[in-house]
């Protein structure tokens, strides 16, 4: 559940996760500026019909597949 404007909505969520990897088993978050990720989320939030909330995911990945699950 969020709000837009004045009214509840029933939308959707997107997370946003950015990593770095050099083998690809395992990852460590991307040091992306919050200016950086502020902007993406308002597009997002603006520009993307039934997205109402935009996570960042910031974890890492240990060894195993990259793939979020």
Known sequence: VGVMGDER???YAVALRA?????FMT????????EIIGKATSRIVNEVKHVNR????????P???IEME
């Open 63 to 65: 060894p195993a597949t």
């Open 19 to 23: 990593v770095t990897t050099t083998d």
């Open 27 to 34: 990852a460590e978050s991307a040091d992306i500026p919050w």
């Open 54 to 61: 935009v996570l960042y995911d910031c974890t890492g990945k």
């Open 9 to 11: 909505t029933y939308d």
